[in-house]
């Protein structure tokens, strides 16, 4: 959350969360409000595929963790499920960034 309010460009305007008291708004809420453009995915891997195919029906832009499904061709629907709707869908490893994979990389 820190680097979407530092950013500059983008406002955080909700959080979902499993978890009782974590989240301000349902999933639900969140696809259906037309201010919100996009939304990150931060979930367990195996959620990461229909969170996605959710949210860019609901005419989302998306960026989501690593993997963003769970074969190859899944992801290759999602990605032309994105296009067909131009809508970005980033996926990202953040695990690339931790001072472990760095370390590794440099060796």
């Known amino acids: 959350?820190?680097?979407i309010h530092g950013c500059g460009t983008a406002e955080l305007a909700a959080t979902v969360s499993r978890r009782s008291g974590y989240g301000d708004r349902s999933w639900k809420q969140v696809?259906?409000?037309p201010s919100i453009q996009a939304v990150?995915?931060?979930t367990e891997n195996s959620s990461h595929e229909a969170l996605s195919r959710q949210?860019?029906?609901?005419g989302k832009h998306i960026c989501t963790e690593y993997p963003i499904a769970s074969s190859a061709s899944a992801a290759r629907e999602l990605f032309r499920l994105a296009c067909s709707r131009g809508a970005v869908l980033h996926c990202g490893m953040i695990g690339l960034l931790l001072p472990?994979?760095?370390?590794r990389k440099e060796q």
């Open 31 to 33: 696809l259906a409000d």
């Open 1 to 3: 959350m820190a680097a």
């Open 40 to 42: 990150c995915i931060c």
């Open 55 to 58: 949210a860019l029906l609901a």
């Open 100 to 103: 472990s994979h760095l370390a």
